[in-house]
Each structure stands twice: as structure tokens, then as C-alpha cells.
């Protein structure tokens, strides 16, 4: 399966983004999708997930109530709603799916500015 982030960009503080990850290739329903993201000289941190079904979703707890992820199975798209973003969230931000191999997106940059 092949994937393409799209949706990163330059906001202020308080902003909101949406974040898109579309698959080809294979259908999401195959498997389980989600993010993370890196920023500069820090490892890669888990954001959210949604199961195989579609019927569970994770996060981190620093991220509940900010951070919503959803899928589009008709459109085979992945996305990231993320509200009352900070400077920390600041991180190029790759989608995955996750089967018996794991495959990634190239990333998308997310700046927050103060």
C-alpha cells in the first residue's frame, strides 16, 4: 500500500488543521491505520490510531480532546482533525498502515507559531 500525507502548513497558536492520508494499493479496511509524528531531535511519538473495523480509536492522553482521527473507507483516506494546536505540537507528521507489515507516508510538516 502506498500512502500521501498532504494537509501540514504554518498556523498560530489556537489554530486548527486537517490532516489527509490517502492509500493506494490496498483498501484501509485491511488494516489498522493512524499517525505519529517527530519533531526536530526528538523520537517519533504516537498521536492516534483507529482500528481494522474502524470501531476503536486511540491517543495519547496529552492529545485527547484535541486530536480526533477519522477514515473515509469510500475515499480510502485517512484524517487528523487537530484543534487548539500549541508550538509543541510542532512535528512533521507521518500517516501508517499497519498489517503484517507496517507501511508509512512520507510525512508532513506542522508548524505552530506562538
Known amino acids: 500500500v502506498q500512502l500521501q500525507a498532504s494537509g501540514g502548513g504554518l498556523v498560530q497558536a489556537g489554530g486548527s488543521l486537517r490532516l489527509s492520508c490517502a492509500a493506494s494499493?490496498?483498501?484501509?479496511?485491511?488494516?489498522?491505520v493512524g499517525w505519529f509524528r517527530q519533531a526536530p531531535g526528538k523520537e517519533r511519538e504516537f498521536v492516534a490510531a483507529i482500528s481494522r473495523s474502524g470501531s476503536s480509536t486511540h491517543y495519547p492522553d496529552s492529545l485527547k480532546g484535541r486530536f480526533t482521527i477519522s477514515r473515509d473507507v469510500a475515499k480510502n483516506t485517512l484524517y487528523l482533525q487537530m484543534n487548539s494546536l500549541k508550538p509543541e505540537d510542532t512535528a512533521v507528521y507521518y500517516c501508517?498502515?499497519?498489517?503484517?507489515?507496517?507501511?508509512w507516508g512520507q510525512g508532513t510538516q506542522v508548524t505552530v507559531s506562538s
Open positions: 494499493g490496498q483498501t484501509f479496511s485491511n488494516y489498522a
Open positions: 501508517y498502515a499497519k498489517g503484517g507489515y507496517t507501511y
